[in-house]
């Protein structure tokens, strides 16, 4: 008696530990996934944030007006950095550059002070680069803005396409981890079906039979997501020290919202695959159970 119910308590021992395995297994590849659009995301934001717009300054345009303009710019919700740059500024950079001071042979700075503005990342668009511009040529102090359309229609059409392939990789991984891991739970309960089906004949019910899966099923989830997680961040550290750089791009938010990913989609996965599973087998009659 004693040695049949170590047999059964290792081999219940056994399933957990291959659910778990094959869970983990599946969540570190869905928090992959989940990592990859995370930084896609961080990564395209940068890079509109990056874009400059350049306000030309007038002549008659003092320096306390154009710091002035720069604070009105300031508290605009679509600026994410504003920059005043004197024209004495720009003068030297531009001698530097080239080597000689223009203002020698022309007698006159022949450079304009310039605002340089780059957006959030929601503004980085055509539709709201325009009524930006429109916003701002109203403004006599301002001769010419300029920002290269081309470059932001490019970033915007590129980063579209991007996202496009990301959520259909994300859509096909998603499925195929559902099934794996409902195929596991599945041959988990399998072997319970019989014990199940006397239950129900002793008058329990799907709630109370359901229960002590539903609680396996949790744990599965819980301790795969923790495993997947240590694998995973094992995974960035190794990133660090081979390129340090990456540091910029992975914040410690990249990380949270992964684990986080990983903690639901462990969570919700199993409990989900573990309910349809049991759920399958309680509605089976007795003589049904012996043909699967």
């Known amino acids: 008696m004693s040695k049949n119910i170590l ?32 930084i896609a995301r961080n990564v395209s934001n940068s890079v509109k944030e990056n874009l400059t717009v350049t306000l030309m300054l007038s002549d008659s345009t003092t320096v306390n007006d154009g710091h002035e ?21 720009i003068l030297k950079d531009e001698s530097k550059q080239m080597g000689i001071n223009p203002k020698e042979f022309l007698d006159e700075n022949p450079f304009s002070s310039t605002i340089e503005l780059t957006l959030k990342a929601d503004f980085a668009n055509k539709d ?13 102090a301002i001769t010419d803005i300029t920002y290269q359309k081309d470059l932001i229609n490019t970033v915007n059409d590129n980063i579209r396409r991007i996202s496009i392939v990301l959520l259909i990789l994300v859509a096909v991984f998603l499925l195929i981890s559902i099934s794996l891991i409902n195929n596991t739970i599945r041959l988990g309960v399998y072997s319970q079906r019989f014990k199940m089906h006397t239950m129900k004949l002793v008058g329990a019910s799907y709630g109370y ?36 750089e990456v540091k910029e791009i992975i914040s410690v938010e990249v990380m949270v919202l ?11 996965i199993s409990l989900a695959c573990g309910f349809f599973s049991v759920n399958r087998f309680l509605r089976m009659k007795a003589s049904d159970l012996y043909k699967i």
Do not use: N
């Open 7 to 38: 047999s059964k308590g290792k081999k219940g021992g056994m399933q957990i530990a291959t659910l778990c395995i094959s869970t983990t297994m599946v969540l570190v590849l869905l928090g992959m996934i989940a990592f990859f659009v995370i």
């Open 69 to 89: 303009l720069t604070r009105v710019l300031y508290h605009r919700p679509y600026t994410h950095f504003v920059d005043y740059i004197g024209k004495e500024e």
């Open 128 to 140: 709201s680069l325009k009524w930006i511009e429109k916003e701002w040529k109203k403004e006599k």
């Open 209 to 244: 039979i359901r229960k002590p899966f539903m609680w396996r099923m949790f744990l599965v989830g819980i301790i795969s997501s923790i495993f997947a997680c240590i694998i995973l961040a094992g995974g960035i550290y190794a990133l660090f020290s081979f390129e340090p």
């Open 258 to 268: 992964m684990a986080a990913s990983v903690f639901v989609l462990g969570l919700v």
